[in-house]
């Protein structure tokens, strides 16, 4: 328990996928001119250094972020996420990576407000001193299913929730969508970012029925997967999305497209957009 570090994944296929689409949805809410809530209830550390030996370990960023570092025809949808990992690396060399935490805090207006949960202690502690001067960011050392019943429905009555479970439990699956069906009741308008890894058709097929049980409408899914279903480690993961913004589907069909042919191994893989539960 609890054994899970991040940093041995920052900026990996999977962590490029999931940032992409946080940023996609934190732009959208800033459209509108009330202030907003966003809620990140497994939250890391805030900041990655690729060159600590932990991340240098399986050099998974080599996997994700490194693939795109270089690249000159990043497409408009992408400028914002890469421009915030950009701005880490002030010198062009790719050493930094951005945690979810660290991507809202870039996105979010003077009005709007952040809570971080973190169940881990050392990782929690990182975080508080990262935003330890920032009035707008709360961080909480807390287990992130209870952070939904301590923090939802929030005052803002609008914002996001992103839970990005270490899945280092078993049932992690069924824990999430129940979690996710009792935030639903408290707070049934707020937008809902869960990602998860793909680990055999038969689990995912689970947990999406168990989702569709709850009564849940626009639930919309994406996955990207960058190796074959036969590779040794998982080759892909996915996003269920509630309450998502207007045409984010035919949107993030375009983005995910390009994204996957930045990342795929030798063409593996591929992208999938699915409403679960329609309006
Ligand atoms: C996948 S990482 C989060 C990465 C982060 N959201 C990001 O995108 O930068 C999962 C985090 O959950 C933490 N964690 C594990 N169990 C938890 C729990 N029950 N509640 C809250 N955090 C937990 C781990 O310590 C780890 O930092």
């Given at each position: 328990?609890?054994?899970?570090?991040?940093?041995?994944?920052?900026?990996?296929?999977?962590?490029v996928?999931?940032?992409v689409?946080?940023t996609q949805?934190?732009?959208?809410?800033?459209?509108?001119?009330?202030?907003?809530?966003?809620?990140?209830?497994?939250?890391?550390?805030?900041?990655?250094?690729?060159?600590?030996?932990?991340?240098?370990?399986?050099?998974?960023?080599?996997?994700?972020?490194?693939?795109l570092?270089?690249r000159?025809d990043i497409p408009a949808a992408m400028k914002p996420y890469m421009d915030?990992v950009?701005?880490?690396?002030?010198?062009?060399?790719?050493?930094?990576?951005?945690?979810?935490?660290?991507?809202?805090?870039?996105?979010?207006?003077?009005?709007?407000?952040?809570?971080?949960?973190?169940?881990?202690?050392?990782?929690?502690?990182?975080?508080?001193?990262?935003?330890?001067?920032?009035?707008?960011?709360?961080?909480?050392?807390?287990?992130?299913?209870?952070?939904?019943?301590?923090?939802?429905?929030?005052?803002?009555?609008?914002?996001?929730?992103?839970?990005?479970?270490?899945?280092?439990?078993?049932?992690?699956?069924?824990?999430?969508?129940?979690?996710?069906?009792?935030?639903?009741?408290?707070?049934?308008?707020?937008?809902?970012?869960?990602?998860?890894?793909?680990?055999?058709?038969?689990?995912?097929?689970?947990?999406?029925?168990?989702?569709?049980?709850?009564?849940?409408?626009?639930?919309?899914?994406?996955?990207?997967?960058?190796?074959?279903?036969?590779?040794?480690?998982?080759?892909?993961?996915?996003?269920?999305?509630?309450?998502?913004?207007?045409?984010?589907?035919?949107?993030?069909?375009?983005l995910l497209?390009w994204l996957?042919?930045a990342?795929?191994?030798?063409?593996?893989?591929?992208?999938?957009?699915?409403?679960?539960?329609?309006?």
């Amino acid at each position: 328990m609890l054994s899970y570090r991040h940093l041995f994944h920052a900026g990996s296929f999977a962590d490029v996928f999931k940032h992409v689409l946080l940023t996609q949805l934190l732009l959208s809410l800033n459209e509108k001119d009330k202030p907003y809530f966003y809620l990140d209830t497994h939250a890391g550390i805030g900041l990655y250094d690729l060159s600590h030996p932990w991340a240098q370990k399986g050099r998974e960023f080599e996997s994700g972020i490194k693939k795109l570092w270089g690249r000159t025809d990043i497409p408009a949808a992408m400028k914002p996420y890469m421009d915030i990992v950009r701005a880490e690396n002030a010198d062009g060399h790719l050493r930094y990576y951005p945690g979810s935490p660290r991507i809202a805090r870039k996105l979010i207006r003077p009005i709007d407000r952040i809570a971080l949960t973190e169940l881990n202690k050392t990782d929690c502690a990182v975080l508080h001193e990262l935003f330890a001067r920032d009035k707008r960011v709360n961080v909480q050392l807390m287990d992130g299913l209870q952070s939904l019943k301590a923090n939802l429905p929030p005052k803002e009555r609008r914002g996001m929730v992103l839970i990005d479970s270490a899945f280092d439990v078993s049932r992690e699956f069924a824990r999430l969508a129940a979690a996710l069906a009792e935030a639903h009741t408290r707070w049934a308008t707020g937008t809902y970012a869960i990602w998860y890894p793909l680990m055999g058709a038969g689990v995912i097929r689970g947990f999406e029925k168990q989702i569709e049980a709850a009564g849940i409408k626009k639930v919309l899914q994406f996955e990207l997967s960058v190796l074959s279903e036969d590779a040794s480690t998982m080759p892909g993961s996915g996003m269920i999305i509630v309450n998502p913004p207007w045409k984010f589907d035919t949107e993030m069909r375009t983005l995910l497209r390009w994204l996957w042919s930045a990342l795929t191994v030798d063409g593996a893989g591929g992208v999938k957009v699915n409403w679960l539960v329609r309006e």
